[in-house]
């Protein structure tokens, strides 16, 4: 029977690698120009540098590297608001690992606010957060929720079941962003509708969102922006098999919607976690981005049925004016419109152990994977 790594290593086959460079670089020679793909997902980013993939289609194909980092498209304003909660004696403020390191306007970031003596706490499943508020009657523990719609389904349970609870401390601050906002705004944006400045002919789409959420609501960016989007997984297989599907349709002239990653994403997606969030969240009518600016549609709020639960309406907090570091470009890598080694800053002084800008914090962000796989950080 064949194990784990067995299935794995079946996405690594060299051979098979092979096979599709040589199928891409020939549907490229035909098109007669270099085909331009954004990979959304900062997954994909990292497997693309990890595997070397960029370099084994160089001269064919162009990777630009899209805002699907939840850390890296964080604001600064928002990082503030956090830092401000955390330095609240009362609260206990609770969130995932990479939140942590991301700075905020004074160069300070959540574990500062740790090394000052706030009660900062990193969490690697949301619902420890019920716990904590159990163990703490006297504090407000707050969980700061980011993510894409990957995460999204485990904090709609957290609010439910600290409601069926009862618990009267325990709130989230809800950073949840949407997907197709993102491409959508992405597509309309001047850099892109200008013609010459940063052209996309096509899109890889991300892998881990789609399981959520399906592969129907990028129908409308193919029809509408004529751009093909195929859904892809995060092996080296996975990658050139579609970047392959992606070359085709640009050479057959289609632009859909289509999903290598058919182990785990069909069009529907995952109802029972959709209703999960219907349940609990409801759309807002803009959010801030790093790098994209403000986009509407593009996070979730929390629905008045759960207010008590909302930290945003439990906790006024009033900030002044957020401050980006002058010299990081992480708006424009965001954008794809810079690459990180653009960037002054870049492996000298912003590094993983010294992150001035949010792309250098998570593993998922374009310089974090710049860093570690072309700087020779490893
Ligand atoms: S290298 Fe650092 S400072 Fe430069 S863009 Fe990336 S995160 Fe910002």
Known sequence: MATARDVIESYRDTEKIKLYERAIKRAVESLGREVRIMEFCGGHTHAIMKYGIDQLLEGYVRFIHGPGCPVCVLPTGRVDMAIELARNPEVI??????????????????????AEGGDVRMLYSC????????????????????????TTPQTAVLLMKAKERGLKNLTVVSNHVITPAAIQHILNAPEIR???????????????????????PYEYFAEEFLKPVVISG???????????????????????????????????????????????????????????????????KIKKDYAQYDAERRFLVSLP?????????????????????????????????????SCMVSSEGACAAYYKYRHGGH
Request: proline share 7%; with cysteine.
């Open 93 to 114: 403020l609770c969130t995932y690992g990479d939140v942590l390191r991301v700075p905020g306007s004074q160069r300070k970031s959540l574990l500062n606010v740790r």
């Open 127 to 150: 619902l420890d957060a019920l716990r904590i508020a159990e163990e703490n009657p006297s504090k407000q523990v707050i969980f700061f929720a980011i993510g894409f719609e990957t």
């Open 194 to 216: 200008e013609i010459g400045k940063v052209r996309i002919d096509a899109f890889i789409g991300p892998g881990h969102v789609s399981v959520i959420i399906g592969s129907k």
């Open 234 to 300: 995060f092996e080296p297989l996975d990658i050139m098999q579609s970047v392959y599907m992606i070359v085709r349709q640009l050479r057959e002239k289609r632009a859909q919607v289509e999903v290598q990653y058919t182990r785990f994403v069909s069009r529907e997606g995952n109802v029972k976690a959709q209703k999960l969030v219907a349940e609990v969240f409801e759309l807002r009518k803009e959010f801030e981005w790093r790098g994209l600016g403000v986009v509407p549609y593009s996070s979730l």
């Open 321 to 357: 004016p957020p401050k980006e570091h002058p010299a990081c470009i992480c708006p424009k890598v965001i954008r794809g419109v810079a690459v990180p080694t653009e960037c002054k800053l870049f492996g000298t002084v912003c590094t993983p152990s010294n992150p001035i800008g």
